[in-house]
């Protein structure tokens, strides 16, 4: 069995409280080493505590880690597919809105996945882990972790041989940039290097499919938006890290032979969605009879949003894995010219903001009490449209849900899982429209 790792996490937290919880487990772990002379006791000891660890943390991969358990059998078992020609697909971001429903589309029909997700704090992480709980009901496997950490990515490359990355994990949002830049950066930016190193790095190499965002088309006027319009205008730091990363894959790409398809998503909503959406607050807030804030571009126009189904967004990225050519590279070069594609994935019809908490209001059975105001110039663009040619030519996609059957079925979810309690944490000031 590999020796246990010392990850980068663990000298520099990821999430608050990782250090302070190790230093803690560690001091204890010291002094009981200590007091312990007989090595029997010792092993006495060391057997409780580490029963009792698992019993506190009986789902993370944290604990497989630290103390070298079953781990690479666990990572190996939830990669290996279950069907002739199957995929094996690292997810990270498994634990998030799009993660957890490809990965669990993905291993319903037989592929081998594996999930890497940090669960940060950007929206409330009992949501992450209700999400883990069922792709775990599933056998999926989402191990607790960071795409910065490379320790952790190479011991992932060893223990699987992945055939493709699903690379899903970023910090969303637009207006947060204004509160936590650094978070992009961090996630966006460095960990999708770290990312790109282990994939370049991986022999063989896996096909990389990634999600850059429709916020790339930024203050474009021109509609609908495609793939060959120029994206070199974006109108917030969440923008400008996803243009950034097309930049970098195609890099990689370009020297290391990595296959790399990038999907620009056009606003996603469905069951298990993110909290810090529109969509998602205004449900909340009209159910508990507080105010929503529906924002007008200039001369009061209403903003609208190519609203795309979850469901269309999933069959868009497993079309994408299985139609994404191969890497080219071996031992870090590469051997000839890979594949590098984009994608539009959007519904090609936008909606009115408006129009959506009609729609809501219809569904939810109540009145919406609307405080109307400006946009303010913190990062939104006023309008979205897909055109998704290229993506119904090379990928057969083809959207299927409209925003009112879309929203029917969310709605359906939010009330299943939060009941009347509502206790979804959103903050509507703060939710994307
Ligand atoms: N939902 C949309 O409307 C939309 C639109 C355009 C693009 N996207 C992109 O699609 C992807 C998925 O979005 P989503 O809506 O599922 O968001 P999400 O926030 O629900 O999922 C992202 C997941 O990544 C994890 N994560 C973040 N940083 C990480 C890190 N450094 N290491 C490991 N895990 C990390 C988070 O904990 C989260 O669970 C993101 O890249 C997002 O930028 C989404």
Same mark, same amino acid.
């Given at each position: 069995?590999?020796?246990?790792?010392?990850?980068?996490?663990?000298?520099?937290?990821?999430?608050?409280?990782?250090?302070? #919880?190790?230093?803690? #487990?560690?001091?204890?772990?010291?002094?009981?080493?200590?007091?312990?002379?007989?090595?029997?006791?010792?092993?006495?000891?060391?057997?409780?505590?580490?029963?009792?660890?698992?019993?506190?943390?009986?789902?993370?991969?944290?604990?497989?880690?630290?103390?070298?358990?079953?781990?690479?059998?666990?990572?190996?078992?939830?990669?290996? %597919?279950? #069907?002739?020609?199957?995929?094996?697909?690292?997810?990270?971001?498994?634990?998030?809105?799009?993660?957890?429903?490809?990965?669990?589309?993905?291993?319903?029909?037989?592929?081998?996945?594996?999930?890497?997700?940090?669960?940060?704090?950007?929206?409330?992480?009992?949501?992450?882990?209700?999400?883990?709980?069922?792709?775990?009901?599933?056998?999926?496997?989402?191990?607790?972790?960071?795409?910065?950490? $490379?320790?952790?990515?190479?011991?992932?490359?060893?223990?699987?041989?992945?055939?493709?990355?699903?690379?899903?994990?970023?910090?969303?949002?637009?207006?947060?940039?204004?509160?936590?830049?650094?978070?992009?950066?961090?996630?966006?930016?460095?960990?999708?290097?770290?990312?790109?190193?282990?994939?370049?790095?991986?022999?063989?190499?896996? $096909?990389?499919?990634?999600?850059?965002?429709?916020?790339?088309?930024?203050?474009?006027?021109?509609?609908?938006?495609?793939?060959?319009? $120029?994206?070199?205008? %974006?109108?917030?730091?969440?923008?400008?890290?996803?243009?950034?990363?097309?930049?970098?894959?195609?890099?990689?790409?370009?020297?290391?032979?990595?296959?790399?398809?990038?999907?620009?998503?056009?606003?996603?909503?469905?069951?298990?969605?993110? %909290?810090?959406?529109?969509?998602?607050?205004?449900?909340?807030?009209?159910?508990?009879?507080?105010?929503?804030?529906?924002?007008?571009?200039?001369?009061?126009?209403?903003?609208?949003?190519?609203?795309?189904?979850?469901?269309?967004?999933?069959?868009?990225?497993?079309?994408?894995?299985?139609?994404?050519?191969?890497?080219?590279?071996?031992?870090?070069?590469?051997?000839?010219?890979? %594949?590098?594609?984009?994608?539009?994935?959007?519904?090609?019809?936008?909606?009115?903001?408006?129009?959506?908490?009609?729609?809501?209001?219809?569904?939810?059975?109540?009145?919406?009490?609307?405080?109307?105001?400006?946009?303010?110039?913190?990062?939104?663009?006023?309008?979205?449209?897909?055109?998704?040619?290229?993506?119904?030519?090379?990928?057969?996609?083809?959207?299927?849900?409209?925003?009112?059957?879309?929203?029917?079925?969310?709605?359906?979810?939010?009330?299943?899982?939060?009941?009347?309690?509502?206790?979804?944490?959103?903050?509507?000031?703060?939710?994307?429209?």
């Amino acid at each position: 069995m590999p020796p246990p790792l010392l990850l980068e996490g663990e000298l520099f937290p990821s999430s608050p409280g990782m250090l302070h #919880r190790r230093s803690r #487990r560690h001091h204890l772990m010291n002094r009981q080493i200590r007091r312990c002379s007989a090595s029997t006791f010792f092993l006495i000891a060391l057997t409780a505590s580490y029963l009792s660890f698992r019993s506190f943390f009986p789902s993370s991969s944290s604990y497989y880690l630290r103390f070298g358990y079953s781990w690479d059998r666990l990572v190996r078992s939830s990669a290996s %597919p279950r #069907r002739d020609s199957g995929i094996s697909v690292l997810v990270t971001g498994a634990a998030g809105f799009v993660g957890s429903h490809v990965s669990l589309a993905l291993k319903k029909r037989g592929d081998g996945v594996v999930g890497l997700d940090n669960f940060n704090d950007y929206y409330d992480p009992s949501l992450k882990r209700a999400r883990q709980a069922l792709l775990s009901q599933h056998e999926v496997f989402v191990v607790d972790g960071d795409i910065n950490e $490379a320790q952790l990515l190479a011991r992932l490359f060893d223990s699987a041989q992945f055939t493709h990355v699903m690379h899903l994990a970023a910090q969303a949002g637009v207006r947060y940039a204004i509160e936590n830049p650094h978070s992009y950066v961090r996630s966006n930016l460095a960990g999708l290097v770290t990312l790109l190193e282990a994939c370049k790095s991986s022999d063989p190499q896996p $096909a990389v499919v990634w999600a850059s965002s429709s916020s790339v088309y930024g203050l474009n006027e021109k509609v609908p938006f495609s793939e060959s319009d $120029a994206t070199d205008r %974006p109108a917030s730091l969440y923008a400008a890290t996803k243009k950034a990363g097309e930049e970098i894959t195609h890099s990689y790409n370009h020297i290391y032979g990595l296959s790399i398809t990038g999907l620009r998503f056009f606003t996603v909503y469905g069951p298990w969605g993110r %909290p810090d959406m529109a969509y998602f607050s205004f449900t909340k807030n009209i159910l508990q009879g507080k105010p929503i804030t529906i924002y007008r571009g200039k001369d009061g126009v209403a903003l609208a949003r190519d609203f795309t189904f979850i469901d269309d967004i999933v069959r868009g990225c497993v079309a994408s894995l299985d139609t994404a050519g191969k890497s080219t590279g071996s031992g870090g070069k590469k051997t000839g010219p890979a %594949p590098y594609r984009i994608f539009n994935l959007g519904n090609t019809s936008p909606v009115t903001v408006p129009k959506l908490v009609r729609i809501l209001e219809r569904n939810l059975k109540a009145k919406a009490k609307v405080i109307a105001k400006e946009m303010p110039g913190n990062g939104d663009v006023p309008f979205t449209h897909a055109n998704i040619s290229s993506a119904r030519t090379e990928l057969g996609y083809e959207p299927k849900t409209d925003l009112e059957s879309g929203l029917k079925r969310f709605v359906k979810w939010y009330m299943s899982y939060y009941g009347d309690s509502n206790k979804g944490d959103t903050n509507p000031e703060e939710s994307r429209q």
